[in-house]
């Protein structure tokens, strides 16, 4: 039997990085994934190749609607699908071989196979070809990750009614999709093949799209999405998909506001109302591992499972299912195995959807601080009065920065608008470091560029602001 100090059970981002730190501070580290690629979700069937096919489809919208606008002239622009699918895989390709790169540089035992937690510190991993290899582990870590929820009313056939995992990567351009679940998977897939000619109907059982954000936020993104065609009902719930006999269409029925019945066709269906844990053969039931209410691990704050010697992180454990919050579990529970002080500040968890306009918040929204009693100050800072947003033809969209009403302390941050990805970090940077507003405000900014947007919400919470009178 082969013997390690840690043994890391799933290779996505909570898992590799967690390995990778692992080796770093000295741990003789395994890796075990059944996929034949490291990665996970995120990698292979989540956030990579679905960014690849945003941005692909972005510059087709692009040519198409918008080019005209900069005086540049596409004559029947159209596309290639199954060149856009390749782009897109060459994308995972070269990520997942860099992941086993970055294995081999840090002396990392890559295993092929499912491993299985039969005993505490005993792995048993049955590879592809049924054979078994028996390992040992001090400290075995679990980050098998999540798969897409089901709906009870609803049989995901993978034809026509579908997943994530086959809406990036359908051959052909579906004429009609209908998204149950308006949320980032939902509104991320729906973007993409409506900008690729899909009419696409998306049905929401909250009355907001992307509830995670403010209404404000959520309201321009609406706004922005049926602009490119894409059809909300919001308060529906489905009560039926049935596939037609042969022809592989599907009807959709739905209850809208509790009281109108809705019909749609469709020749695909995708059900996107969110995930749960996949935790699928890898702890012996025997062992009893435990878990919370909500059918997540059950861990301390040290990421330690009733299990001895047993961690677990990522999609498995309570929290956003988010890559960066799995990476950050790995860091720190590796570290806390090692007898450092690993930590994740989950206040401070940064949350994008990638449509065109961006989404991106963190910490507190005005609708948290509301249910938490907490008293805020708000200042909001529109992307039409930023220079460089017009220049750049990206104007829809606003900056918003929460301070504790008392101390102007940084509690939160959400902007909605070209780039908000790459804006949002700012904010959270001044949350980890228990920033105020005003620290935010005062910092210089590089004009011309969309930050200053950022800028302008920080001072606008003391009405500061330079660019628009102050609220
Ligand atoms: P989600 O939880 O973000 O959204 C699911 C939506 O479906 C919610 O708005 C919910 O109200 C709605 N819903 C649930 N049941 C429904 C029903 N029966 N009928 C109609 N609507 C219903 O889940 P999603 O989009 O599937 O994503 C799964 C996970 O993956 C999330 O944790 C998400 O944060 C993560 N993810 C993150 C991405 C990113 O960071 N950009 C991209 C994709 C996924």
């Not at 809705?262 to 009893?288: F, T």
Request: some cysteine; charged content about 20%; aromatic content about 6%.
């Amino acid at each position: 039997m082969t013997s390690f100090d840690l043994i890391v059970l799933g290779g996505g981002p909570a898992g590799y990085t967690g390995a990778i730190r692992a080796a770093q501070i000295g741990l003789n580290t395994a890796i075990i994934d059944k996929r034949e690629v490291l990665g996970g979700t995120c990698l292979n069937i989540g956030c990579i190749p679905s960014k690849a096919l945003l941005l692909s489809s972005d510059h087709f919208h692009f040519a198409r609607h918008q080019a005209a606008r900069h005086g540049l002239k596409f004559e029947n622009v159209s596309f290639d699908l199954t060149q856009m699918m390749k782009r897109k895989q060459e994308v995972v390709r070269q990520l997942t071989q860099g992941l086993e790169f970055l294995m081999k540089k840090n002396r990392i035992t890559r295993l092929f196979g499912t491993g299985e937690l039969v005993a505490p510190g005993k792995v048993v991993v049955t590879k592809k070809d049924g054979t078994q290899e028996e390992l040992q582990g001090r400290d075995v870590v679990l980050a098998t990750g999540s798969v897409p929820a089901e709906l009870p009313n609803v049989t995901i056939d993978r034809q026509t009614v579908v997943t994530s995992d086959e809406a990036l990567s359908f051959n052909q351009v579906p004429k009609e999709l209908v998204v149950i679940g308006a949320g980032a998977i939902g509104l991320e897939l729906g973007s993409v093949w409506a900008r690729l000619g899909s009419k696409v109907t998306m049905i929401e059982f909250l009355p907001r799209i992307a509830a995670s954000f403010d209404p404000d936020v959520t309201q321009v993104l609406q706004k922005a999405l049926e602009s490119e065609g894409v059809k909300f009902h919001l308060e529906t719930t489905v009560t039926a998909v049935a596939v037609g006999n042969g022809n592989g269409t599907a009807k959709v029925d739905a209850i809208d506001k509790g009281k109108h019945k809705l019909q749609l066709s469709a020749d695909k269906v995708l059900v996107a109302v969110g995930r749960i844990p996949y935790l699928h053969g890898a702890v012996a039931k025997d062992l009893g591992l435990k878990l919370t209410e909500r059918g997540r691990v059950a861990v301390d704050k040290h990421y330690r499972t009733n299990i001895p010697g047993l961690y677990a992180i990522g999609d498995i454990v309570d929290g956003p299912m988010l890559a960066h919050k799995g990476e950050d579990e790995g860091v720190a529970c590796v570290e806390r195995i090692a007898g450092k002080a690993g930590h994740v500040n989950y206040d401070a968890i940064p949350n994008v959807i990638y449509t065109n306009p961006e989404v991106a918040g963190v910490g507190l929204t005005e609708d948290l601080a509301k249910q938490k009693g907490i008293a805020v100050k708000v200042g909001k800072f529109p992307f039409i009065a930023n220079g460089r947003a017009l220049a750049n033809d990206q104007p829809p969209g606003f900056a918003k920065i929460l301070a504790d009403a008392k101390t102007d302390r940084l509690l939160g941050a959400q902007i909605i608008g070209f780039g908000a990805s790459e804006l949002i970090p700012e904010a959270v940077t001044i949350i980890e470091f228990g920033g105020s507003a005003e620290d935010l405000g005062r910092t210089v900014h590089a004009h011309p560029t969309m930050s200053e947007a950022v800028k302008e919400a920080a001072l606008a919470v003391n009405n500061q602001a330079f660019s628009i009178p102050p609220r």
